[in-house]
């Protein structure tokens, strides 16, 4: 298993600007074949942070485009459910 070190340097050089996300995933997956998507996405976040001299933008937009992402489909917000209003009548009155 390839440390999150390496694939960060793998990723630092294969990143260019206008790369898409699903090339620059198979480009890494080419070089570290055992590397899933998540470390993949860890490595990204790593390659910013370690703040090394270079524009790493695509990188971060790679990393925040596929943090939470299991497959192609976009996380959708979880509708809540509403609130029932629950007025009760006071016990003096009667129903109509």
Do not use: C, W
């Amino acid at each position: 298993m390839a440390s999150i070190e390496e694939l960060a340097k793998t990723l630092r050089g294969i990143a260019a600007t206008g790369i898409k996300p699903k090339a620059l995933l198979a480009a890494v997956r080419e070089r570290h074949p055992e590397a899933t998507k998540k470390e993949v996405v860890r490595a990204a976040f790593y390659a910013v942070a370690e703040g090394q001299s270079g524009d790493h933008s695509d990188l971060y937009d790679f990393a925040l485009a596929e943090r939470a992402v299991d497959d192609d489909e976009p996380v959708k917000a979880a509708k809540l459910p509403k609130k029932k209003n629950r007025k009760t009548k006071p016990s003096g009155e009667a129903a109509h």
